[in-house]
T-cell receptor, first 114, second 114 residues
Framework: AQKVTQAQTEISVVEKEDVTLDCVYE???????LFWYKQPPSGELVFLIR??????QNEISGRYSWNFQKSTSSFNFTITASQVVDSAVYFC???????????FGKGTSLLVTP | KAGVTQTPRYLIKTRGQQVTLSCSPI?????VSWYQQTPGQGLQFLFE???????NKGNFPGRFSGRQFSNSRSEMNVSTLELGDSALYLC?????????????FGPGTRLTVL
């Protein structure tokens, strides 16, 4: 069975602070995919990144960066110099290569205040 | 390219009624998945449709059903509504099958059951 744990329910930071959102996953598959989605108040889930299990390279996209470590089954997401527009709920998700559904964590609600 | 659209955006129903939600995927996308989002259970997979066939279903009772049309548009139906069915219902489309595909989500339909 697959499981995604986002232990941080809510995080509040002041603008320009760096913030890391944690994601720990469980799977017996050797090939799997990890995702991060952002859900702003409007409700739509916005795709941020996909990473397959064979690619442990960290990725940076602007102020966003992701750290994938198979040894600790973690796929953490860091926002550098946070902005108010980053306020949203962030979901980490997992799927297998042969799977058909995304298994989501419970999400982390991030509030960035001016 | 137009995104995933869902109609209606909001619905209020009473217990015992039935409801139909609609989803139009991104043009060219053949796979449509539905997810239910509630505060308690988070995001849960409902079902996946591909080529007008339900390929997979999550752990939901038979009151939840759906279909997909030849143009890939999909509808989901919930009969004999219960209070616990109040949720945000999200539709996602992707080019192909498989959870590894990037899924694009619509804004959701917020259903309230009174």
């Amino acid at each position: 069975a697959q499981k995604v744990t986002q232990a941080q329910t809510e995080i509040s930071v002041v603008e320009k602070e760096d913030v890391t959102l944690d994601c720990v996953y469980e799977t017996r598959d050797t090939t799997y995919y990890l995702f991060w989605y952002k859900q702003p108040p409007s409700g739509e889930l916005v795709f941020l990144i996909r990473r397959n299990s064979f690619d442990e390279q960290n990725e940076i996209s602007g102020r966003y960066s992701w750290n994938f470590q198979k040894s600790t089954s973690s796929f953490n997401f860091t926002i550098t110099a946070s902005q108010v527009v980053d306020s949203a709920v962030y979901f980490c998700a997992l799927s297998s290569a042969s799977g058909y559904a995304l298994n989501f964590g419970k999400g982390t609600s991030l509030l960035v205040t001016p | 390219k137009a995104g995933v659209t869902q109609t209606p955006r909001y619905l209020i129903k009473t217990r015992g009624q039935q409801v139909t939600l609609s989803c139009s995927p991104i043009s060219g996308h053949r796979s449509v998945s539905w997810y239910q989002q509630t505060p308690g259970q988070g995001l849960q997979f409902l079902f996946e449709y591909f080529s007008e066939t339900q390929r997979n279903k999550g752990n939901f009772p038979g009151r939840f059903s759906g279909r997909q049309f030849s143009n890939s548009r999909s509808e989901m139906n919930v009969s004999t509504l219960e209070l616990g069915d109040s949720a945000l219902y999200l539709c996602a489309s992707s080019l192909g099958r498989g959870g590894y595909n990037e899924q694009f989500f619509g804004p959701g339909t917020r259903l309230t059951v009174l």
